[in-house]
């Protein structure tokens, strides 16, 4: 089975420019997240999807954080303008849905995570 | 809100000997789902050790425990015969149902080496 994809893996940009991370989840996988983990720290949920819609977004930065879900299966995150606080690591997970056990309960599966670095 | 804390920033063990990383939680839920994961340097997360809210055993896997203890909110993971392998950065992680959804939310972390 193949796990979650991301890419690209590392990208350094300057201030005030833009980046797009992309995330393919592990297949029927309704649920989809992405993560923001500054080092050193743990990861922060930035935005969690179920299937194509938003279920919760209240620590995204939405004035320069885009992300979007179409049709329910890969992601898009963008950064514009970023910041020099915005270098981290953003690392994509996918689950089942709740009331599909399948193992685990509640398991979130993580891609390795895509490297920003914002000189 | 819920709130995971670590208070063990590094952790050195000796190969071969057990050790523990200590995790206490805080949520209001009745119901919710502990976990661990390591993370390598390398990056990626690594899935170790389930514990549900309602399990009345501790999870055990492989080499890794959860010694939970419910009334003290604390969900400590032990793990026996230490390798160099386990040498990596370790999360606790609290998984609650919002909206209909499941969110989770880690700790800070505890760095753990392994000396040979």
């Known amino acids: 089975e193949a796990g979650v994809a991301q890419s690209p893996r590392y990208k350094i940009i300057e201030k005030r420019q833009s980046v797009a991370f992309w995330c393919n989840p592990i297949?029927?996988?309704?649920?989809l997240y992405w993560y923001q983990q500054i080092l050193g720290q743990g990861p922060k949920l930035l935005i969690q999807?179920?299937?194509?819609?938003?279920?919760?977004d209240s620590q995204l930065p939405k004035d320069r954080f885009s992300a979007e879900r179409l049709k329910g299966v890969d992601s898009t995150l963008k950064i514009q303008p970023a910041k020099l606080e915005d270098s981290a690591v953003y690392l994509c997970?996918?689950?089942?849905?709740?009331?599909?056990?399948?193992?685990?309960?509640?398991?979130?599966?993580f891609g390795e995570g895509s490297r920003l670095t914002v000189l | 809100a819920q709130k995971i804390t670590q208070t063990q920033p590094g952790m050195f063990v000796q190969e071969k000997e057990a050790v523990t990383l200590d995790c206490t939680y805080d949520?209001?839920?009745?119901?919710?789902?502990l976990f661990w994961y390591k993370q390598p340097s390398s990056g990626e997360m690594i899935f170790l050790i389930y514990?549900?809210?309602?399990?009345?055993q501790n999870a055990t896997e492989g080499r890794y425990s959860l010694n939970f203890q419910k009334a003290r909110k604390s969900a400590n993971l032990v793990i026996s015969a230490s390798q160099l392998g386990d040498s990596a950065m370790y999360f606790c992680?609290?998984?609650?149902?919002?909206?209909?959804?499941?969110?989770?939310?880690f700790g800070s972390g505890t760095q753990l080496t392994v000396l040979p």
């Open positions: 999807f179920q299937n194509n819609g938003v279920v919760d």
């Open positions: 949520t209001s839920d009745q119901s919710y789902g």
């Open positions: 992680a609290m998984t609650q149902f919002r909206r209909s959804a499941r969110q989770l939310t």
């Open positions: 297949s029927g996988h309704a649920t």
């Open positions: 997970a996918s689950s089942l849905a709740p009331g599909l056990t399948g193992g685990v309960t509640g398991e979130l599966f």
């Open positions: 514990q549900g809210s309602y399990d009345e």
